[in-house]
């Protein structure tokens, strides 16, 4: 067992993904060795990363529990929040909030994301999502999403996309979804699709 555990580090070099990373790692770690279960309480970790005129800055807390012998692993109450900025997006900067609970069978290779809250920029996505095959070369997703209503006219101009000319300027201001789905990366369909 290691309680109060803290772990600072600063990574520097050129052949890492960032030339300059802070990372901070919190938490209470419970292992037994015999049983073949871990477990993390009060997960924190924080990344302020840069490369060139590309920055991050993440923050992710979860609490984790682990069966090695079964290969199952939990992460419940994840939370991310991340903020990018690169030059390279059409609006130079993306916040990104991510909140779900997440189990995992790495022997039957399933992964399955409930109570997912998926926000960025204008877009909330909520929902729950199943991945199946998850080592294949061509794994397989299902499950439902619903994005809450959004400006598209307005997002569409933050990312530089020109709509096609419309009789009215007023049309896609406000727009919403939802849908049950399945597909692979070949292909998806949308079921009960409403729009």
């Known amino acids: 067992a290691l309680t109060g555990l803290t772990?600072?580090?600063q990574a520097q070099g050129n052949d890492l993904p960032f030339s300059t990373a802070d990372i901070n790692?919190?938490?209470d770690i419970n292992a037994d060795l015999i049983k073949q279960l871990v477990s993390i309480e009060g997960l924190s970790l924080a990344v302020k990363a840069s490369k060139d005129k590309?920055?991050?800055?993440?923050?992710?807390?979860?609490?984790?529990?682990?069966?090695?012998?079964t290969q199952q692993s939990t992460i419940k109450a994840l939370d991310l929040t991340a903020e990018i900025v690169d030059p390279a997006l059409p609006t130079g900067k993306a916040n990104i909030k991510l909140n779900a609970d997440v189990s995992a069978d790495l022997k039957n290779q399933t992964v399955k994301l409930s109570a997912l809250v998926l926000q960025v920029l204008d877009l909330m996505v909520k929902g729950d999502v199943s991945i199946g095959k998850l080592l294949s070369d061509n794994p397989t997703m299902a499950?439902?999403?619903?994005?809450?209503?959004?400006?598209?006219?307005?997002?569409?101009k933050?990312?530089?996309?020109?709509l096609p000319p419309m009789a009215d300027d007023?049309?896609?201001?406000?727009?919403?979804?939802?849908?049950?789905?399945?597909?692979?990366?070949?292909?998806?369909?949308?079921?009960?699709l409403n729009v």
């Open 54 to 69: 590309q920055t991050i800055d993440a923050q992710l807390t979860a609490q984790i529990n682990s069966n090695m012998a």
């Open 143 to 156: 499950g439902k999403i619903i994005v809450d209503a959004f400006n598209l006219r307005q997002l569409a």
């Open 158 to 162: 933050q990312l530089a996309i020109e």
């Open 25 to 27: 790692l919190a938490g």
């Open 170 to 192: 007023t049309t896609l201001e406000l727009v919403q979804l939802s849908t049950e789905f399945e597909g692979s990366a070949n292909s998806i369909n949308a079921k009960s």
């Open 7 to 9: 772990f600072t580090t």
